[in-house]
């Protein structure tokens, strides 16, 4: 049977906006009250999507929630008309309303972890949806996140879900941004790499081993090819809030910064054991830093295995943002990874800085779902992309976003009612129903 990888990107939503709300995020706080550009936002993730589309690779999305988060601010004791409420919000409780304003959904590296059907027990791909317990803004998508994944994979005979975790911060999930698949080939029997936390000196580790190890039980992995390993304190320390800012795997790599792991030497010997053909290629903190790792998000670029039969074994490109480019210690290790006998032998740069200015990288963008012919054929085929697709929503973005927010804007009624027309509009180019909170 054929298997493919699919990225499911974030489509950003009409509500972007640079609020500063995730502690620990370098480029969030340095950002924080800055005007963003939601149309740019949006433009620039389709054309990420594109450009992997245009290397041959599978492509999805996951639709922008639905914010203002009315549901979540009644919750919170606000009443009354739409309007009375986001008026009443911005009164009193500015802080409330940004975090039920943030577009955030848009990073889907933190929507979920997925186990593809080869590795599972019951033959199924399995999701969970991240309960996110870290941060109150993103804890309050996790229960659309699962209805979304329902919606696009909801055949029982291929697609195993499950809530996202109790326990909020006891057993915190921050999802993908954690977790890394290494396989030969798509379709062969994967080993899941789990990465957690202990808060550091500065900043509070996300992802809780408590959670990784739910999370795999649920997926019903095998032991023998589960791996869980401790985040290093100096990356979590220097901004790394999840590991994929500092390493990603794919296929038979790994991509990683030596400062990644507590225990690198222990962490190694595990993988390599579970995995015995991977290539683990690390960057030196002689020749980049952490702070230069995490300031360009080298690593919380996109590792795509470029087609060559089954997904695997073949040749391996980097989709990077700008700003690795730009950082001369930092392009000179890509040239030089470029330039060695390994599978990366491409680097690609793309422009996606209105979600670089708010701390996500391309990974960050990206959920990997990997699909047999017949499990693709039987998700939602309005989430799996080609050019006329693209097209579509493209005019989407272009009639319904603006081109200019600041957190002020968030007071303004107007921007409610501009964001439900869009969604109802998208709703309708997706033939969703009456799918959103504020719909029902």
């Known amino acids: 049977m054929s298997?493919?990888?699919?990225n499911f990107d974030g489509l950003i939503g009409p509500t972007h906006n640079y609020a500063g709300?995730?502690?620990?995020?370098?480029?969030?706080?340095?950002?924080?009250?800055?005007?963003?550009?939601?149309?740019?936002?949006?433009?620039?993730?389709?054309?990420?999507?594109?450009?992997?589309?245009?290397?041959?690779?599978?492509?999805?999305f996951l639709p922008p929630q639905d914010r203002p988060h009315l549901k979540t601010l009644r919750a919170l004791g606000f009443s009354g008309t739409d309007t009375q409420i986001i008026e009443n919000a911005a009164r009193i409780a500015p802080e409330l309303l940004a975090n039920c304003y943030a577009a955030s959904p848009?990073?889907?590296?933190?929507?979920?972890?997925?186990?593809?059907?080869?590795?599972?027990?019951?033959?199924?791909?399995?999701?969970?949806?991240?309960?996110?317990?870290?941060?109150?803004?993103?804890?309050?998508?996790?229960?659309?996140?699962?209805?979304?994944?329902?919606?696009?994979f909801s055949d029982e005979k291929y697609?195993?879900?499950?809530?996202?975790?109790?326990?909020?911060?006891?057993?915190?999930?921050?999802?993908?941004?954690?977790?890394?698949?290494?396989?030969?080939?798509?379709?062969?029997?994967?080993?899941?790499?789990?990465?957690?936390?202990?808060?550091?000196?500065?900043?509070p580790a996300r992802q809780k081993l408590r959670a990784s190890e739910a999370v795999a039980r649920n997926h019903l992995l095998d032991p023998v090819k589960t791996v869980f390993v401790k985040q290093s304190g100096a990356a979590l320390d220097a901004g790394a809030f999840h590991n994929d800012v500092v390493g990603v795997a794919n296929g038979t790599v790994l991509f990683l910064h030596e400062k990644s792991f507590a225990d690198k030497e222990t962490a190694y010997r595990d993988i390599r054991e579970a995995a015995p053909f991977?290539?683990?290629?690390?960057?030196?903190?002689?020749?980049?830093?952490?702070?230069?790792?995490?300031?360009?998000?080298?690593?919380?670029?996109?590792?795509?295995?470029?087609?060559a039969g089954d997904g695997g074994g073949g040749e391996m490109a980097l989709l990077l943002p700008n700003e690795a480019q730009e950082n001369p210690r930092v392009k000179a290790f890509v040239d030089e990874t470029l330039a060695k006998n390994n599978p990366i032998n491409r680097a690609i740069y793309k422009d996606v800085r209105e979600s670089?200015?708010?701390?996500?990288?391309?990974?960050?963008?990206?959920l990997r779902v990997v699909?047999?012919?017949?499990?693709?054929?039987?998700?939602?085929?309005?989430?799996?992309?080609?050019?006329?697709?693209?097209?579509?929503?493209?005019?989407?973005?272009?009639?319904?976003?603006?081109?200019?927010?600041?957190p002020d804007d968030l007071a303004d009624p107007a921007l409610m009612e501009e964001s439900f027309a869009a969604m109802e509009a998208l709703t309708d180019l997706l033939s969703m129903g009456a799918f959103y909170d504020f719909q029902r």
Not at 356 to 366: D, F, I, Q, S, T
Request: proline share 4%; glycine share 10%; hydrophobic share 40%.
């Open 356 to 366: 670089m200015r708010n701390g996500g990288g391309p990974a960050c963008l990206r």
């Open 21 to 60: 709300l995730s502690f620990g995020n370098l480029a969030s706080a340095k950002n924080a009250g800055a005007a963003s550009n939601p149309k740019e936002a949006a433009l620039q993730g389709l054309a990420k999507m594109r450009e992997a589309m245009g290397l041959g690779l599978k492509q999805g």
């Open 3 to 6: 298997y493919a990888e699919y």
């Open 371 to 406: 699909l047999s012919q017949e499990e693709a054929a039987a998700a939602d085929g309005h989430f799996l992309l080609d050019e006329a697709k693209i097209s579509k929503l493209e005019d989407w973005v272009n009639a319904h976003y603006r081109d200019r927010l600041s």
């Open 278 to 307: 991977v290539e683990i290629i690390e960057a030196s903190a002689k020749d980049v830093s952490l702070e230069d790792c995490i300031g360009s998000y080298l690593f919380n670029s996109q590792l795509l295995t470029l087609p």
């Open 159 to 203: 697609f195993a879900h499950h809530p996202p975790l109790p326990g909020a911060m006891h057993f915190g999930d921050e999802g993908a941004a954690n977790h890394g698949r290494l396989c030969e080939n798509h379709g062969d029997k994967g080993v899941h790499l789990f990465v957690f936390g202990e808060d550091g000196e500065k900043f």
């Open 106 to 152: 848009m990073w889907t590296a933190n929507a979920g972890t997925v186990a593809p059907s080869p590795d599972t027990l019951d033959r199924k791909v399995h999701f969970t949806a991240a309960n996110l317990a870290a941060n109150f803004h993103r804890s309050i998508e996790a229960e659309t996140t699962a209805r979304v994944l329902a919606h696009i």
